[in-house]
């Protein structure tokens, strides 16, 4: 049986431009480059918490 994992879709909504350097890092490490850009990615811990850091700059859908 296929185990099935829960995912998000993660789009830029506000720019990095002007923000601490932590958080500019935690948008490329979603993967997060240009505005209005989504990604999709699975929904982990680590990832949720990266998502929290920048929750002001990004919005989050269920996949």
């Known amino acids: 049986m296929e185990k099935t994992t829960k995912q998000m ?3 830029l909504i ?3 431009i002007g923000r601490p350097e932590r958080q500019k890092n935690t948008l ?3 993967g997060l480059t240009k505005l ?3 990604v ?3 929904d982990t811990p680590s990832n ?3 998502v929290n850091k920048v929750s002001h700059l990004v919005t989050v859908e269920s996949v």
């Open 9 to 11: 879709k993660i789009t």
């Open 14 to 16: 506000k720019s990095g």
């Open 28 to 30: 490329i490490g979603l």
């Open 36 to 38: 209005n850009r989504t």
């Open 40 to 42: 999709v990615r699975e």
């Open 48 to 50: 949720r918490g990266m």
